[in-house]
């Protein structure tokens, strides 16, 4: 069974960066995108970050371009979540994901973490 195990999640302050990341265990494949979304109180679940396992092709949400890199370890089969210049509304639990999914944007991802707490304060 595949499991996610995020970490990493801080308080911050503004303009500040932080990395978290997410291991992964189980089995996986070559075909799986790892992906990133985060909750914040009160607002839909959010896609930030994904990437495919095989090539390394990356996805970002229009808030994270610019801002948030996505990297993957193989060897580690750990990815990560680099954020830099973070706002007050960057604020979430953030969840990594995985799974075979085409579209990378997508929330149907089979596997999920439980979340870790990132807050920003200004």
């Known amino acids: 069974q595949v499991r996610l195990f995020e970490s990493g999640g801080d308080s911050v302050q503004a303009g500040g960066s932080l990395t978290i990341a997410c291991a992964v265990s189980?089995?996986?494949?070559?075909?799986?995108?790892m992906a990133w979304f985060r909750q914040a109180p009160g607002k839909d679940h959010e896609f930030v970050a994904a990437i495919r396992w095989t090539g390394g092709n990356t996805y970002y949400a229009d808030s994270a371009r610019g801002r948030f890199t996505i990297s993957l370890d193989n060897a580690k089969s750990t990815f990560y979540l680099q954020m830099a210049g973070l706002k007050v509304e960057d604020t979430a639990v953030y969840y990594c994901?995985?799974?075979?999914?085409?579209?990378?944007?997508?929330?149907?991802?089979?596997?999920w973490g439980q979340g870790t707490q990132v807050t920003v304060s200004s």
């Open positions: 189980g089995r996986t494949f070559s075909s799986y995108t």
């Open positions: 994901a995985t799974a075979p999914v085409i579209n990378p944007t997508t929330d149907k991802y089979a596997h």
